[in-house]
């Protein structure tokens, strides 16, 4: 709290201060700050020149003692030369409220600060103080007002001491007579406004504020120059200069045309005869002209003599001292007091907006297509120069033929607004802007590296250009043609397309096409190689994590060696990508791969060291094959007999014989079912061949209609699972186990595994099976009450926005609805299980060569539908999927199918039973037996709705003792020996 008070009146402890000599003395005490004031300074401003006591030393000890009584005795101390307060800065209400007053207005808050600095300046009007009320005043109640009050400051120094305002005061009165009259000099008045730009204009002021030179840095067509008119037209400084630099051809003459843009005497005639030592005079003219008043210049369009322009800069931010730079440049200046702004590209609702404002421009009533304009702005970066070319064509051409005809877009964009540069007509001449000033060891960097479609590392260019490529890559990256990522293996580097296509269309010119692809191919080759030989092992997360960094072009470089029939390349890429996918859960890629690697690979004899690779793809191959009901599987068996399944390595053996018995039980050769292969494996002497067996088994019960064996079965197969091979195989028996004991109903053992299981998929990136595993918990924490809990989980599953597959995208939305439902939000709930058989209904599987109606996955989501709307819904809701799965029923157990999933058909036997007698929509005794029935085909209970504990209640509330009666009658027949039943009961109710 402040004890002394001067700023008004006088007070100690807020009692006023008696006697104005009194007062006067501790103001002057104030004024004088902690050292103190001499005795004649003191006498001066109590008594004043003219009235000077007889005894000036004793009547100045008379003051200071009253003032000791009025204050504290302790409160003024005698000094060598005078007196001094003995205070701290926060006892007295001027000291601290200098520091407070200057820190505001340092801090441009004017406003806040002019009120504090009106007190401060009647106690103590010094130099930096008056400066900053003369600022404040300037921003609060404008310029006008701020001369006056220099004016008047000016008069009272005249006339009481005759003498003349510090030329740091006079420096501060100079540029408020500029920003009273601007100067803005090269600025354009441009017709439209500059569209999503806006933040960037903001973050660049805000560094022009903390920075002395600061370089809008891009590619060009990115709209440099435009920003930066904008950012001159709103720059605070009284004085702007915008000079363009892209008519100076050589560095000589950077001076010239700067002078010349400035009005500098004599830096126009005879300019291309200057020497060294008349250009350094035109430069030093040029410091002169920029001194004096704060200043902003803009210098556009630098990197063709960006070694001059840093020259140049350098030099004037030294010499002028409020002098701010702003350039514009493809490259950096790279000086010192350099800020660099990297321009980044429109998003897409700009650049949307960009083409649309252009073409209804250029020919009002054009009929734009949103998907496709957005098409057209992502395929061209955002590059708004890009985008206003694009647009402009609607005159001639729909917006499809422009989105088609971009896979040539140097030839469709030309020709854009005649009143800009040369440079800015056509995309191609934005490019050849920079790479005229490129050497040829960097054109060819950029030719080579144009083949990656998705960036690449410094070891990735390294190996298709040799160990020295990293100068021209940081050529590349100077002059914006490449832009520099830090990945979380490290930095990647990119081309924007546009920038790629110039780089191919001049790789192609060169005719260097051919060596450039086998180059990159090697590279791939080499890459999957050391990554494949890592990913089961314990090192299985680095070797993932490189597979994932390098997915995009290792599966572009795979389409082309298949295309291209190089089968070594498809082997060697193959075995690291289909693990990889394999693992991700993304088995589809894998799937849709397999027609095409097995045309291939029919007359293909590999070499001797390509053998295991070879059956290893096949074996990934066969796999897919078996699970989409045997497509393909016949071709692949004969490849697979003629290379030989006896592979050196063991868990590759263990996977050959599996698929071998899972082929031999799909295709029928060998008359055994897949359970009974199985089952000879499971008691083989290796281990690892019994986990493996076990786990295959695990799956088969399952899908057999058996959970309980599945579990069992599952249960070994972890206990004989080590961690030899990375810990994939472990978490995928947690999440196998987890969506076992989630089908039985018994959650709680559900989410022990899932818990087990979600740290390792969510670090491998399997997501997929991250999700569904999710989902698992989810539904386990509404079965317990806590909602928060599953609110949570989805919450971060949606944040983390994980590339789920088939199996996925039901499953979060499933879990989500029966949130929904357990917080009472019905309606939003049944909508969003509809939601999910839309979404569930459009998913193709490659491969699959059922009846699309019956696919697993959508059939479920109907079931679990049905059962939702049957509990919940009102009136007829739900009433037309009920009526789609009795339509389909009959093909779902139909003798012509060649495999049955009985927990699927059992889903929908228990969707059918339980409308029937909920809705009362077929008799009670046939309902009851298709919920029997469900019940034996092993229907997943992994939906709350769909428990069989509430089955049971709701078959003995409407229908008494006939579910005993029911399951006596079929005893312990299950799945298989029950279908024939499960046909005559939906032939009867059809």
């Known amino acids: 709290m402040t004890t002394l008070s001067v700023l008004d009146e006088v007070t100690w402890a807020g009692a006023p201060v008696a006697g104005e000599r009194t007062r006067a003395l501790l103001r002057a005490l104030v004024e004088a700050g902690p050292r103190g004031a001499s005795e004649g300074a003191l006498v001066e401003e109590i008594w004043g020149r003219d009235d000077v006591p007889a005894n000036p030393s004793k009547a100045l000890q008379v003051v200071v003692s009253r003032a000791r009584t009025a204050t504290d005795s302790s409160a003024i101390e005698r000094t060598p030369r005078g007196y001094r307060l003995t205070l701290q800065a926060g006892d007295v209400d001027a000291w601290s409220l200098r520091p407070e007053a200057l820190r505001l207005a340092a801090e441009k808050r004017y406003a806040e600060a002019l009120p504090l600095l009106e007190r401060l300046v009647r106690l103590d009007p010094d130099e930096e103080v008056t400066e900053a009320v003369l600022r404040a005043v300037a921003a609060v109640h404008g310029v006008p007002a701020a001369l006056e009050r220099f004016e008047t400051y000016r008069t009272g120094l005249a006339d009481g ?385 490189e597979l994932r960094a390098e997915e995009s072009n290792l599966a572009d470089i795979l389409r082309q060696v298949l295309a291209d029939d190089e089968a070594e390349s498809v082997i060697r890429l193959f075995c690291a990508m289909g693990v990889f996918w394999t693992i991700a859960g993304e088995h589809q890629r894998v799937i849709m791969l397999a027609g095409p690697v097995a045309d291939l690979l029919a007359e293909w004899e590999p070499p001797p060291e390509l053998l295991e690779k070879t059956r290893l793809v096949l074996a990934l191959l066969l796999f897919g094959a078996a699970v989409t009901g045997g497509s393909g599987l016949e071709r692949l068996m004969t490849i697979l007999d003629r290379v030989g399944a006896d592979a050196a390595d063991p868990q590759l053996r263990v996977m050959l014989k599996v698929m071998q018995a899972m082929a031999g039980s799909v295709a029928g050769g060998t008359g055994r079912s897949l359970e009974n292969e199985l089952a000879d494996l499971v008691t083989d002497p290796d281990q690892e061949v019994r986990a493996r067996a076990y786990t295959f088994l695990s799956h088969e019960r399952e899908n057999l209609g058996d959970p309980e064996g599945a579990v069992a079965a599952g249960r070994e197969a972890l206990r004989l699972t080590g961690t030899d091979g990375g810990l994939w195989p472990q978490a995928m028996l947690h999440a196998q186990l987890s969506g076992l004991y989630a089908q039985l109903g018994r959650l709680g053992e559900a989410a022990e595994h899932a818990r087990e299981a979600v740290p390792v998929l969510r670090r491998l990136g399997a997501d997929d099976d991250l999700v569904q595993t999710n989902a698992i918990l989810v539904t386990y924490a509404v079965e317990q009450g806590r909602l928060d809990e599953a609110a949570e989980i989805l919450a971060q599953l949606a944040e983390e926005q994980p590339r789920g597959g088939f199996g996925s995208r039901g499953a979060v939305h499933g879990a989500r609805a029966q949130l929904l439902l357990a917080q009472g939000r019905v309606g939003e709930g049944l909508a969003l299980f509809r939601e999910v058989v839309e979404t569930m209904g459009e998913m193709p599987f490659p491969g699959f060569t059922d009846d699309p109606d019956l696919v697993p996955w959508r059939v479920a989501a109907e079931a679990v539908t049905v059962v939702a709307c049957a509990r919940h819904g009102e009136g007829a809701e739900g009433s037309d999927l009920f009526e789609a799965l009795m339509g389909k029923a009959p093909r779902l157990v139909s003798e012509e199918r060649r495999a049955q999933d009985y927990p699927v058909t059992g889903m929908v036997l228990l969707a059918l039973g339980l409308w029937g007698l909920l809705r009362d929509a077929l008799p009670r005794e046939e309902s009851v037996r298709l919920v029997v029935l469900a019940d034996r085909f092993g229907y997943s209970r992994s939906f709350l709705d769909m428990r069989w504990e509430r089955a049971v209640a709701d078959a003995n509330r409407l229908a008494p003792g006939v579910l005993e009666r029911v399951c006596e009658e079929y005893g312990e027949r299950r799945g298989l020996a029950l279908l024939d039943e499960a046909r005559g009961v939906i032939a009867r109710l059809a």
């Open 161 to 545: 001491l005759g003498v003349d305002p510090s030329p740091r005061l006079r420096a501060v009165h100079a540029e408020l007579l500029a920003r009273d009259r601007p100067v803005r000099s090269g600025l354009r008045h441009d017709a439209d406004v500059l569209i999503g730009r806006e933040q960037d204009a903001a973050e660049v002021s805000a560094l022009l504020k903390g920075s002395r030179v600061v370089t809008i840095l891009g590619p060009g067509g990115l709209g440099k120059t435009s920003l930066a008119q904008v950012i001159a037209h709103g720059a605070e400084q009284p004085v702007v200069h915008f000079v363009e630099l892209v008519g100076v051809t050589a560095p000589e003459d950077l001076v010239s045309e700067v002078g010349s843009a400035l009005g500098v005497r004599d830096s126009v005639a005879h300019r291309d005869r200057l020497t060294p030592d008349q250009r350094a005079d035109v430069r030093s003219r040029i410091a002169q002209q920029l001194d004096g008043v704060p200043t902003l210049l803009v210098l556009d369009n630098c990197e063709h003599i960006v070694a001059a322009v840093a020259d140049l800069v350098a030099f004037l931010v030294a010499t002028v001292r409020d002098l701010t730079v702003l350039t514009t440049s493809r490259s950096p200046l790279a000086i010192g007091a350099e800020r660099v702004y990297p321009l980044g590209r429109l998003g897409t609702y700009d650049g949307s907006e960009l083409f649309r404002r252009r073409a209804v421009a250029a020919r009002p009533g054009v009929h734009l297509d949103e998907g496709r304009v957005d098409e057209i702005v992502t395929r061209l970066d955002g590059l708004p120069l890009a985008i206003e070319l694009a647009a402009v064509k609607v005159r001639a051409m729909s917006v499809d033929d422009i989105a088609r005809r971009l896979e040539n877009r140097f030839e469709l964009l030309r020709g854009g607004d005649r009143s800009a540069p040369d440079r800015h007509q056509t995309l191609v001449a934005v490019i050849d802007w920079s790479w005229n000033l490129l050497s040829e060891r960097d054109r060819k960097a950029m030719r080579w590296l144009s083949v990656f479609h998705d960036g690449f590392t410094l070891a990735a260019a390294e190996a298709m250009l040799g160990a020295d490529t990293f100068a021209a890559i940081e050529e590349l990256v100077d002059q914006s043609l490449l832009t520099v990522v830090e990945a979380p293996l490290g930095f990647r580097y990119r081309m924007l397309e546009t920038v790629r296509e110039f780089g191919r269309m001049q790789l192609i010119d060169a005719g260097e096409d051919a060596a450039a692809r086998a180059a990159q191919r090697a590279w791939a080759r080499d890459y999957a190689d050391a990554s494949a030989g890592r990913i089961y092992s314990p090192q299985q997360f680095d070797a993932m994590d």
